[in-house]
């Protein structure tokens, strides 16, 4: 059990969604947000997830119709864990490492390697003890076969900083994590999108509250929910401090 906790904190955690692009377009946002609004259960998220495909289809061919499929897949996933569907979530994250693998098999791209570690980061949080030893390490392994590609690449960065951030104590270095965080901030600030952000603010609201910092962990909450006020994991971490 131990074990498990630490791989799982390596690969996993709850703010991993990141842009994974400069841009992506107007009719993939609505489900973005969903997911960071936390407003509706999966069964209402479902409508916008098959909405984004039928778009995607209807616009995009290729390499990128894969990434963007896959992106869907992952969204779709995190809607049902959330909603504690296990099987479900699990089915949308294998078919998001599939597309993202697909995409890859075409080209490689910074975007499909997050892609991949992203999907494969959440499975790892539902399969199995030896699921996750065998293949978790790949996680920090694909993020820095992006960052190989775009050096400036903030999902990845995010996906290697939440190592430090996330881990359990003793495999974690919050004081490493929070300087790696605010480096994607002070060096990366034209590349970061609305959820971007909101992601490093509560990464490193988390680290300080682990610390016991309460005062530094509520004022990066506290920038988190301005983002995304109705964020239900922020809410619940702002009330621990």
Same mark, same amino acid.
């Given at each position: 059990?131990?074990?498990?906790?630490?791989? %799982?904190?390596?690969?996993f955690?709850? &703010? !991993?969604?990141?842009?994974?692009?400069?841009?992506?377009?107007?009719? &993939? *946002?609505?489900?973005?947000?969903?997911?960071?609004?936390?407003? %509706?259960?999966?069964?209402?998220?479902?409508?916008?997830?098959?909405?984004?495909k039928?778009?995607?289809?209807?616009?995009?061919?290729?390499?990128?119709?894969?990434?963007?499929?896959?992106?869907?897949?992952? =969204?779709?996933?995190?809607?049902?864990?959330?909603?504690?569907?296990?099987?479900?979530?699990?089915?949308?994250f294998e078919?998001? $490492?599939?597309?993202?693998?697909?995409s890859?098999?075409?080209?490689?791209s910074?975007?499909?390697?997050?892609? *991949?570690?992203?999907?494969? !980061?959440? !499975?790892?949080? $539902?399969? !199995?003890?030896?699921?996750?030893?065998?293949? /978790?390490?790949?996680?920090?392994?694909?993020?820095?076969?992006?960052?190989? %590609?775009?050096? /400036?690449?903030?999902?990845?960065?995010? *996906? $290697?900083a939440?190592?430090?951030?996330?881990?359990?104590?003793? &495999?974690?270095? %919050?004081?490493?994590g929070?300087? =790696?965080m605010?480096d994607?901030?002070?060096? &990366?600030?034209?590349r970061?999108?609305?959820?971007?952000?909101?992601?490093?603010?509560?990464?490193? /609201?988390?680290?300080? *509250?682990?610390?016991?910092?309460?005062?530094?962990?509520?004022?990066?909450?506290?920038?988190?929910?301005?983002?995304?006020?109705?964020?239900?994991?922020?809410?619940e971490?702002?009330?621990?401090?």
């Amino acid at each position: 059990m131990k074990n498990k906790k630490y791989i %799982l904190g390596t690969v996993f955690c709850f &703010f !991993s969604l990141m842009v994974y692009a400069e841009s992506l377009p107007d009719w &993939f *946002l609505p489900l973005r947000e969903a997911i960071y609004e936390q407003n %509706l259960k999966a069964d209402a998220v479902a409508p916008l997830y098959r909405e984004v495909k039928r778009r995607a289809e209807e616009s995009l061919s290729g390499q990128q119709l894969y990434l963007m499929l896959s992106r869907c897949e992952y =969204m779709m996933g995190r809607v049902y864990l959330y909603d504690t569907r296990k099987d479900e979530a699990l089915a949308r994250f294998e078919e998001g $490492i599939a597309l993202a693998q697909r995409s890859l098999d075409m080209a490689a791209s910074p975007e499909g390697w997050v892609m *991949l570690a992203e999907n494969l !980061s959440q !499975s790892c949080t $539902i399969k !199995s003890v030896g699921y996750v030893m065998q293949n /978790g390490p790949n996680v920090e392994r694909y993020a820095k076969e992006a960052l190989a %590609l775009d050096p /400036g690449n903030t999902a990845a960065q995010f *996906l $290697i900083a939440s190592r430090w951030v996330y881990a359990p104590s003793p &495999f974690n270095n %919050l004081k490493r994590g929070i300087q =790696m965080m605010e480096d994607i901030l002070n060096n &990366f600030e034209t590349r970061l999108q609305k959820d971007d952000r909101f992601n490093v603010y509560s990464a490193i /609201g988390y680290a300080y *509250l682990k610390q016991k910092k309460n005062q530094e962990a509520k004022t990066w909450f506290q920038r988190s929910l301005a983002v995304y006020p109705t964020n239900q994991y922020v809410q619940e971490l702002l009330s621990k401090t």
